[in-house]
């Protein structure tokens, strides 16, 4: 048995460019989370980290390296057979930026739900506890996506991204696109979710600050590599990369002069 | 709390410097089928060489704000107030004078240059197109940090990065030697490290050419930390103004104060968010009273009816709430809740008892 609940072994991801080049999007990174538990993937635009967290859910093939989780290989494609996709599904779900493209657009809060949970068998009547759990009314239960606020369809993608009952739930810039009192209440339903179900986490995002208090452990990443790893707030108070302490330096706090971030020279990758 | 005050130039926010290079006041903006008034009486100022920052959630005003600086309003609105420019007003421009003031003396830069930028066209063409001579957009290309500008001017936009792009539109805005930049969300869309590049660039600007800065963004932090002067807004109306350093260590406003609590910060201690119940208000939610009154915590049964209005605080800033400790001999407030215990009102606290500043300190 082994203690990692997900295990990701040197995925690489290479793009062919327009013009005969490629783009290396990912390149051998390699990271473990523990069951229940929380691991960001920090970066700027062309880091890697949204290749990676697609690579997880199976909506990109790596090139090579494997992703396991609790010491079961996912294959590289969606197995054959009823039984084994759903069992697959349940692994890992996923948590995007913008819900209204990820969403059905007929389908109210309440059928989005049962939608899921019928697939998996498992109870309609648990619709209602699902959206009770993530703080939807029953106004917002007969609402369609385009009559909910940014937050009430961010809440309605993590209910059912829940009602599949994953072990790890994946989450790219899931709370980048609201407004922050609308992002606080979205990171303390995460908290809450990940201590009542034990879900683990793996949070892609740019934002440093919203990553510190997320999740546990973090990778900061720079054109496909991974350039530090380690404890969430060992990694952020003391950085070893200088790229992470470029990062840090750069994000505005009181007293902060962008001059002094500005163009700090930086070893080539 | 001698420190909490403006520090070298003790003009108060709430009374315009007689310069003020942009001067709004009391504008009220109404549109068709709106319950509320998309801006309600809202004042603000902008000093050449300023930076001013307009905060606020989505709905909230702060673009409709910046964009009446340009005379730009949604169709159908009715606007009331004034909005000067260098002591010219704007609500009553038209034809070529609100042509002429809308290509010289202000210049807006959103937050998606792709939005701004002609794809088929190079970007030289842009900036000659505002009025760069050819030798002219290949200093402003290199002025605003681009490497390479005699490359730069024959390439098209597909061709840049993002931060290339702002870059790019940013010296589309200079090329017309503007002396009021708009920057709505410029950098929200950046990389941090690009976002710190851009604006270490904007400061630069304004200390060789005096430029004015009304600096639009959601993130507190980044305007506490950047600007002169920050407003805050919430449901059309200005609800706190203050100096950078005063919005950081002792919010006036409950508003503020959430929106402290609720941003995640990268210091040492986790302190936990504490988010603000409910959502921002739409356009269809009306208020008989304090439009914050739902999502307070410290609301009392008379803020469902008071009017908000700026209320002077002791360091020269305002603050829209009826229980902020008012600046004395001005405005009393509810002489009623005069005798309200001082522990209630955590501002005003601040202020008797420097010692527990430290309790307000967000940053």
Known sequence: MTPHLLEADSLSKTYPLPGGGSHQAAADVTFTVPPGGALGIVGESGSGKTTVARMLVGLVRPDHGTIAVAGRAREPRPPRGRAARLARAREIQMVFQDPYVSLDPRLTATQCLRTAL???????????????????????????????????????????????????????????????????QILQLLAEIRAETGVALVFVSHDLAVVRHVTDEVLVMRRGKVVERGATARVLASPDDPYTRLLLASVPTEGWDPTDTARTPLPPP | MSENRPRSTPAPAAAPPAEALLEIVDLTLRLPGAARPVLDSVSLTVAPGEVVALVGESGSGKSTTAKAALGLFPAGAVASGSVRFDGTEVLGLTGERLRAHRADGVALVHQDPRAALNPVRRVGDFLVERGAGRAEAVEL????????????????????????????????????????????????????TTQADILALLRTLRAEHGLGLLFITHDLHLAAAYSDRVYVMYAGRVVESRTASALFT????????????????????????????????????????????????????????????????????????????????????????????AGRDRWAQTQADGADADEVNHA
């Open chain 2, 141 to 192: 290309l290199a002025s605003v940090g681009l490497p390479d500008p005699q490359r730069r001017v024959r390439q098209r936009p597909h061709e840049m990065s993002g931060g290339m792009l702002q870059r790019v539109v940013i010296a589309g805005a200079l090329a017309a030697r503007p002396r009021l930049l708009l920057a709505d969300e410029a950098t929200s869309a950046l990389d941090v």
């Open chain 1, 118 to 184: 019928r697939l998996h068998d498992r109870g309609e009547a648990e619709a209602a506890e699902l959206l009770d759990r993530v703080g939807l009314g029953p106004r917002e239960a007969d609402a369609r996506p385009r009559d909910l606020s940014g937050g009430q369809r961010q809440r309605l993608a993590i209910a059912r991204a829940l009602a599949v009952d994953p072990r790890i739930l994946v989450l790219d810039e899931a709370v980048a696109a609201l407004d922050v009192s609308i992002q606080a």
């Open chain 2, 250 to 341: 002792a919010p006036a406003h409950p508003y503020t104060r959430g929106l402290l609590t609720c941003s995640p910060t990268l210091g040492d201690t986790l302190t936990p968010l504490r988010p603000i119940p409910g959502r921002p208000p739409s356009l269809s939610d009306t208020f008989p009273g304090c439009p914050f009154v739902e999502r307070c915590a410290e609301a009392e049964p008379t803020c469902e009816t008071w009017s908000p209005r700026p209320v002077p605080l002791p360091d020269g800033g305002a603050a829209a709430c009826a229980f902020v400790n008012a600046e004395p001999g001005l405005s009393p407030v509810f002489t009623a809740v005069g005798n309200r215990p």
